[in-house]
């Protein structure tokens, strides 16, 4: 592990030292906000025309590298949620639910909110009130299952931005959490509105799916019967699953530090190790491995195994969201 780490390490010294040879560029990366700034622009310029023209490469390698990571950094800097046992068996017992004979038969998504309450339940005594947010949304699973699958999809990727504006420390930072916010939102508003369907690749007149894309598209809009309205949608998940992998993994960890310096791989590593322990911490890193080796393997299945965990650790950060039980 070590060696992996001092090899990473290398990497981003020698790269650094290649790309802040100039001083205004030294001078944006000493900041914090300033960096993380640099960071959302250059990941909007280059994730957007990929989603646009090629939104199946975002779709298949974007979870596979990032995916399993951010799970990680999302539970460790999600509010409250401290426990990384309690995560496990909560995931042990959504999953589970999913395959025995009393889960399978419910609506998509139903399970994932009740685990998610129930872990809530668990963290926050007494806030028993999230039982009827709880019950709302089972609701609208139960009787919508197509339309509830798809606004969470897009809706998940919302809730890292929500933690980001959050946790900033400084005035500087939430400024650039909240210009972050709104740039996500701007291009949300392009891409709906058509403005960016000159990117759309066309064949004859006709929008063109890549491999099972259109299903993944037809999931993410099944109330609209126009393809390029489903490709819109498709452009919007996939660009923002990849950012939101950035806020998650770069910009809420950096945002949450009281120093300015930014991490190192070495820090990051020893700084995961001490929040959830060294058993835990090698547990973590071989269950994201062998993820990925699964993905490798036999990429449908390894979708499958990854989003079902993706399905409830969204309805777990939607959850936290609620606001805390005043204490007097």
């Known amino acids: 592990m070590n060696a992996v780490v001092q090899s990473l390490d290398f990497c981003r010294v020698s790269l650094l030292r290649l790309t802040l040879k100039p001083k205004f560029l030294r001078t944006l990366y000493r900041q914090t906000h300033t960096r993380l700034a640099v960071g959302m622009l250059l990941t909007t310029v280059c994730i957007l025309p990929l989603a646009l023209l090629r939104p199946e490469l975002l779709l298949a390698f974007g979870p596979m590298i990032f995916g399993y990571p951010h799970l990680i950094a999302s539970y460790r800097f999600t509010p409250e949620f401290k426990s990384y046992g309690l995560f496990l068996l909560m995931t042990a017992l959504a999953i589970t639910l999913h395959v025995s004979k009393f889960g399978a038969p419910l609506p998509f998504g139903v399970w994932q909110i009740v685990v998610a309450t129930l872990t809530l339940l668990i963290v926050r005594r007494g806030q028993w009130w999230a039982i009827l947010v709880c019950a709302g949304l089972v609701k609208l699973a139960w009787m919508e299952p197509l339309m509830f699958v798809g606004g969470s999809l897009l809706l998940h990727n919302w809730v890292a931005f929500f933690y980001w504006i959050k946790v900033c420390r400084t005035k500087a930072r939430r400024q650039v959490a909240l210009l972050a916010t ?58 923002g699953l990849s950012v939101h992998y950035f806020v998650w993994l770069r910009a809420i960890p950096e945002s949450r530090k009281v120093s300015e310096h930014p991490s190192s791989f070495r820090l990051i590593a020893q700084d995961l190790q001490a929040s959830i322990g060294k058993r835990a911490f090698i547990f973590t890193l071989c269950l994201c491995a062998g993820g990925m080796i699964l993905w490798l393997l036999s990429m449908p299945m390894g979708a499958q195994v990854y989003f079902e965990i993706a399905i409830l650790h969204g309805s777990l950060e939607l959850m936290f969201l609620l606001p805390t039980k005043k204490k007097y």
Not at 197 to 220: E, R
């Open 182 to 239: 709104l740039l996500f939102l701007g291009i949300h508003v392009l891409v709906i509105g058509g403005s960016l369907d000159g990117w759309i690749p066309l064949i004859d007149g006709q929008v063109q799916f890549a491999g099972n894309n259109q299903n993944t598209a037809w999931m993410l809009a099944s109330w609209s019967n126009e393809a390029v309205v489903w490709y819109r949608f498709l452009v919007l998940y996939v660009f």
